[in-house]
Nanobody, 131 residues
């Protein structure tokens, strides 16, 4: 059974930091890209960052580039999202998802993470940034 379990969300003041974790199981980790997405109330789900488990290539949305860092521990089948300099507009439910390996290259070329390229999703973790 494919499982993706997010953890690490919480309440933080603006300017603070959080690290989210995504623990994956039930599939061959190296064959997939792992992406982080977020959805704020009343807004569409958007791609934040993604990483290729096989070669470590990454992509960041403009809104988080320079503040967020994605990393992968293949030995633990876990992907992390280090979030620094958090802003109130970062408040959302954050989801991790497993998708096609090529999705990172596609995101780099197109400037956006293709949400429909991701097949397996976690339940999400709430991040709230207070002003």
């Amino acid at each position: 059974e494919v499982q993706l379990v997010e953890s690490g969300g919480g309440l933080v003041q603006a300017g603070g930091s959080l690290t989210l974790s995504c623990a994956a199981s039930g599939f061959t980790f190296d064959d997939y890209a792992i992406g982080w997405f977020r959805q704020a109330p009343g807004k569409e789900r958007e791609g934040v960052s993604c990483i290729s488990s096989s070669d470590g290539s990454t992509y960041y949305a403009d809104s988080v580039n320079g503040r967020f860092t994605i990393s992968s521990d293949n030995a633990k089948n876990t992907v992390y999202l280090q979030m620094n300099s958090l802003k109130p507009e970062d408040t959302a439910v954050y989801y991790c998802a497993a998708g096609a390996r090529f999705s990172v290259r596609t995101a780099q070329a197109m400037g956006v993470i293709g949400i429909y390229e991701y097949d397996y999703w976690g339940q999400g973790t709430q991040v709230t940034v207070s002003s």
